[in-house]
Antibody, heavy 115, light 112 residues
Framework: QVQLVQSGAEVKKPGASVKVSCKASGYIFTNYALHWMRQAPGQGLEWMGWINPGNGNTKYSQKFQDRVTFTRDTSATTAYMELSSLKSEDTAMYYC????????WGQGTLVTVSS | DVVMTQSPLSLPVTLGQPASISCRSSQSLVYSDGNTYLNWFQQRPGQSPRRLIYKVSNRDSGVPDRFSGSGSDTDFTLKISRVEAEDVGVYYCMQGSHWPLTFGPGTKVDIK
């Protein structure tokens, strides 16, 4: 069965960077898009962008374009999301989701930005 | 960006009764391939979102048949034929026809 397992919670200071991983299993990793979303506390869902694990091509939401980088390691069937220049407003649960239209989701990674 | 709106934002329901959530988009969601990429997600308290419906009306595997999706172009509806206690949570529509993908604000369903 399809599984996406994300890395553990992070606490970062303003201005720092965070890198979240998403380990995929149960399907051919390179065949399906992988999306990244986030959800601030008590708020709705926000799409950050996606990566094509097959060729590494990325598409970023304009809101995050200058600060976010998606990468992947095909041998490890793992995708990564790195967000830089963190601000307190980046405190949120970050999710990876795979397949067309985000059919499968990871458990989420809580990133807390606090001085 | 395509703006997704939902109504109502809060929906108290009686167990066993039907419920309906409306989702509207600021642009047509008919993609160039003829498909309409409108999806519905359920997020139970403390859990990750779960996709229920894709391309307007297709139920995902394991989703009870009391959930149904309908609509076209810019106007879509998620219906629950008889609400059960496990249906409590927030429901989001999401469009995948235009970049960037965008979500509605969510509709919170709880039991009266």
């Amino acid at each position: 069965q399809v599984q996406l397992v994300q890395s553990g919670a992070e606490v970062k200071k303003p201005g720092a960077s965070v890198k979240v991983s998403c380990k995929a299993s149960g399907y051919i990793f390179t065949n399906y898009a992988l999306h990244w979303m986030r959800q601030a506390p008590g708020q709705g869902l926000e799409w950050m962008g996606w990566i094509n694990p097959g060729n590494g091509n990325t598409k970023y939401s304009q809101k995050f374009q200058d600060r976010v980088t998606f990468t992947r390691d095909t041998s490890a069937t793992t995708a990564y999301m790195e967000l830089s220049s963190l601000k307190s407003e980046d405190t949120a649960m970050y999710y990876c989701a795979s397949h067309t239209s985000a059919a499968y989701w990871g458990q989420g990674t809580l990133v807390t930005v606090s001085s | 960006d395509v703006v997704m709106t939902q109504s109502p934002l809060s929906l108290p329901v009686t167990l066993g009764q039907p419920a309906s959530i409306s989702c509207r988009s600021s642009q047509s969601l008919v993609y160039s391939d003829g498909n309409t990429y409108l999806n519905w997600f359920q997020q139970r308290p403390g859990q990750s979102p779960r996709r229920l419906i894709y391309k307007v009306s297709n139920r995902d595997s394991g989703v009870p048949d009391r959930f149904s999706g309908s609509g076209s172009d810019t106007d879509f509806t998620l219906k629950i034929s008889r609400v059960e206690a496990e249906d409590v949570g927030v429901y989001y529509c999401m469009q995948g026809s235009h970049w960037p993908l965008t979500f509605g604000p969510g509709t919170k369903v709880d039991i009266k």
